[in-house]
Structures are given as structure tokens and as C-alpha cells.
């Protein structure tokens, strides 16, 4: 699909997570040019960059093993100047891909916080209505049909408690 506006309505109108996974960074970035943004100016392309980079590594995480998994773009490596949450998403990619196993809760949790990163990312881009739509997919998995300890597990990862001092 060469049109980023057509891309754009397949990704995000509704969030289709596997649709995203599937797809290049560059494919992504313009998809992401063509939606809504209620801001003025030119985004950062570097910013816009590291938000789909978040946003590609949780939802290929996410990837039911099987045909889905088949034929997803891996990432390089991540470089050191990287920020470390993007290095431990990209390391929890290859983890559950290497795997050949369904992403745990604790690598859940570790998916859907880059997920959320990217969303905070793309509204401090004013694309602040993919954000809301990226927010109500991390809110849907969070909450969808999990027992209260895998749930809690997933939760701890995405959000570590403080660690004392």
C-alpha cells in the first residue's frame, strides 16, 4: 500500500495493532503524518521516529505465535545513546520472538508500556487523537479477561513500584 493516507485509515481508524506490527518504520512515520494533528508546525522527525520505534516494538510483542509472527520486519540494534526503555522493549521483542511462546504477563506489561510511551510521545506531538486511540487499546488489553494476578503482574512491569533507598 503506497498511499499514506489509505495506510493510515487500514492502521488507525479502528487501532489495528497486528496491521501496525506488520509494517516498516518509514511506512509507520507517514501513516502517522497523514492523521489528525492539532498542533502547528513540522514535528520533530527524530521524536516521531523514536515514538513509532516504541509503538513497533510493543505491538510486534504483542504477535499471537503462528501466520502472524510470519514475515514481521525486525529491528536492528538499538545503539547505546538510545533511551534504556527502548533498549529493554526492543530486548523483550527478541525474548518473546526467540521464544517461540506467547509473551508473558511481565513481557505484556513491558509491550504495553512501550505502547504508552509512544502514545505519550504522539500527544506531546499534538497527534493527540492516535494517542486517545492508543491509550483505549493499552487500557482494553490491560483489562480484558485476565485473572487478577496475571493482570497485577502485567501492571508491576509497566509500572514498577519505587524501589526503597
Do not use: C, W
Request: no cysteine; aromatic share 6%.
Amino acid at each position: 500500500m503506497s498511499d499514506p493516507a489509505e495506510l493510515a485509515k487500514k492502521l488507525f481508524e479502528p487501532f489495528d495493532a497486528v496491521a501496525i506490527a506488520k509494517q516498516i518504520t518509514p511506512n509507520v512515520m507517514d501513516a502517522i503524518s497523514k492523521t489528525l494533528r492539532e498542533g502547528e508546525g513540522v514535528p520533530d522527525r527524530n521524536e516521531l521516529r523514536m515514538a513509532v520505534f516504541y509503538l513497533l516494538y510493543g505491538t510486534r510483542t504483542l504477535l499471537p505465535v503462528g501466520e502472524n509472527r510470519t514475515g514481521v520486519p525486525f529491528p536492528k540494534e538499538t545503539r547505546a545513546t538510545e533511551p534504556a526503555e527502548l533498549q529493554a522493549a526492543q530486548t523483550n521483542l527478541y525474548d518473546v520472538f526467540s521464544s517461540g511462546q506467547e509473551a508473558t504477563p511481565e513481557q505484556r506489561g513491558i509491550a504495553l508500556k512501550s505502547i504508552h510511551t509512544a502514545a505519550e510521545q504522539l500527544a506531546a506531538l499534538s497527534y493527540k487523537v492516535l494517542a486517545k486511540a492508543i491509550i483505549k487499546f493499552t487500557s482494553h488489553e490491560i483489562s480484558k479477561s485476565m485473572e487478577p494476578v496475571r493482570r497485577q503482574r502485567m501492571l508491576n512491569a509497566m509500572f514498577p513500584p519505587p524501589t526503597p533507598k
